[in-house]
């Protein structure tokens, strides 16, 4: 029996319940960059006109942030879910904030307590900012080499630690108060295709479902996770007709029936290509993931069109009401949750205090897991001595809005290694073929050659280095004897046979460089 809800206490207009089963953006890391605050009076703007339900948090900055959500909050009379993806802690999404290892470092080096321990401190981080919903942990079995948007995100290949790690991050997110997500449901990790590029389509048997991807959602739904969001990924064997956002069989028959889920069914971005059917409008899809299960919406297009087609369907007897509200009943439990936690201003003022922010434990833990995750794949390593005679250089895919000039990784050759010379080339210089130039010289010129590539999964982006950038690697492996630095999943070992050693770290945040680092620093 759900709790009263703000549903149940004030009337509400078909356009307002509508709207608040709408979850929008604010922030942007895509091109053309949008922080958070810059993009305050808009989504305020839209506030005066649509109530909606809450908000997916893009680029933000500490202390900023907090206080541009301080201010939407009192704008909105039901109190905005605020949600974000921070499956590598809170500084994923707001600069300030911890940034942890990916997931796969977690489950190659660490136990699932120490996973709870890492969810705890970036929900605490979160919550210190007025975030109540964390879109992780990623369920999906890393069970595909071929996957080119799952990889490190996912706990591991294995679906038995994939599930541990998941309830144990699901707990964490409990301990602090949050709530927490499991994504992607049915699974996404079996898929060779990207959902935010295309519809992908997984094949795969029943049997074989059950025995990988299912294993880590049934763990997540035990230990009471409080949403779930779905894939936008066909898959043949459960409903041959539709992706699982938009399909009963998946949402209805698997997930809520078969596996017990009562909490709240949420969208990926509805701006992803596998979320879109051609000569179909965003409300009139809105139509059929109601219909399907759904619960929230992510990252609409047009929110306002998406409530107007919604309130339209149901006046004309396309749509039944009762959908929208049982929707929004569930989706009310969370704010009467939440306020049962931290009382009713948990949305106004943010539920936590400011000192749980980057706090030393939370940047110690990072580093830590950080370390222990480095693997040398291809050995013994070379002794670099104090780095004389060394040319680093890094090899970047195309950068991040939040990333800083010179990567973390420099500031640790500068450090341990101070005789090394390093270098740094990425596809947006204007001056490629001279730094191609300048590394082929510096390298003819080193006794040791240290080629450190990012191999990281990043929505709407390619997997690894460019082409260009590839083929220029491998010509220098087969020149010089080479270290190789995977940054990230050791899907970026492949094709680059030529080193004479290799280290993986399962990661490329900042403390996962600095940990590549002191690893070549200390041979073995």
């Avoid at 149940?8 to 608040?20: H, I, M, R, W, Y």
């Avoid at 993009?39 to 948090?57: K, S, T, W």
């Avoid at 080339?425 to 010129?445: G, K």
Wanted: aromatic share 4%; hydrophobic share 45%; net charge negative.
């Amino acid at each position: 029996m759900l709790p009263p809800t703000f549903l149940q206490t004030v009337p509400l207009s078909l356009e307002d319940k509508a709207a608040g089963l709408l979850i929008v953006r604010l922030g942007n890391n895509l091109p053309p960059a949008v922080t958070a605050s810059e993009q305050e009076a808009e989504v305020a703007d839209l506030l005066d006109r649509l109530p909606i339900g809450g908000l997916i948090l893009f680029n933000g900055r500490w202390p900023d942030t907090r206080d541009t959500l301080s201010r939407l909050q009192a704008k909105s009379e039901r109190g905005l879910i605020v949600t974000t993806d921070m499956e590598r802690g809170f500084g994923q999404q707001v600069i300030g904030g911890t940034v942890y290892p990916h997931a796969e470092a977690f489950g190659e080096a660490a136990d699932a307590e120490t996973v709870r321990t890492f969810a705890r401190q970036a929900s605490e981080e979160a919550l210190a900012c007025g975030v109540h919903v964390t879109y992780s942990p990623v369920a999906d079995v890393d069970r595909n080499p071929a996957n080119p948007i799952i990889g490190a995100r996912a706990f591991s290949a294995d679906p038995a630690r994939a599930a541990e790690h998941v309830a144990a991050f699901v707990a964490g997110v409990h301990d602090a108060g949050q709530f927490a997500t499991a994504k992607h449901f049915p699974g996404h990790g079996g898929t060779t295709g990207d959902s935010h590029a295309e519809m992908p389509v997984l094949d795969d048997d029943r049997a074989t479902m059950e025995a990988t991807d299912f294993v880590p959602f049934r763990a997540a739904i035990d230990a009471g996770v409080d949403l779930v969001m779905t894939a936008h990924v066909v898959y043949p064997a459960l409903d041959p007709d539709h992706p699982a956002t938009r399909s009963p069989a998946i949402l209805r028959g698997l997930l809520r029936d078969e596996m017990g889920f009562e909490g709240v069914v949420v969208t990926d971005s509805l701006q992803m290509a596998g979320a879109k059917v051609d000569g179909r409008t965003e409300a009139g899809l809105a139509v059929d993931l109601l219909e399907a299960g759904v619960d929230l919406f992510v990252d609409a297009v047009d929110p306002e069109a998406l409530v107007a087609g919604l309130a339209a369907a149901v006046r004309e007897g396309r749509l039944d009401e009762g959908l929208i509200d049982a929707a929004l009943a569930r989706v009310d439990a969370l704010r009467d949750t939440l306020k049962a936690r931290f009382g009713e201003d948990a949305f106004r003022t943010p539920p936590l205090p400011p000192e749980t922010i980057a706090a030393p434990a939370h940047q110690a833990l990072a580093e830590r897991v950080a370390r222990d995750a480095v693997e040398v794949a291809r050995g013994p390593l070379p002794d670099l001595g104090d780095g004389t005679g060394t040319l680093v250089v890094l090899m970047k895919p195309a950068p991040r809005p939040n990333e800083p000039v010179t990567m973390p990784m420099g500031e640790a050759v500068a450090r341990l290694l101070p005789g090394a010379v390093y270098r740094e080339l990425e596809p947006t210089h204007e001056d490629q073929d001279d730094v191609f130039d300048e590394i082929r010289l510096l390298a003819a010129e080193a006794d040791h050659l240290v080629l450190a590539t990012i191999a990281r999964p990043a929505a709407w982006n390619t997997f690894g280095l460019a082409a260009r950038e590839h083929r220029f690697a491998l010509r220098l492996m087969e020149a010089h004897p080479t270290t190789l630095v995977v940054l990230g999943d050791a899907r970026g070992l492949r094709g680059y046979d030529a080193c004479a050693s290799a280290l993986v770290t399962y990661s490329d945040v900042a403390p996962s460089q600095v940990a590549a680092v002191e690893r070549l620093a200390g041979g073995a």
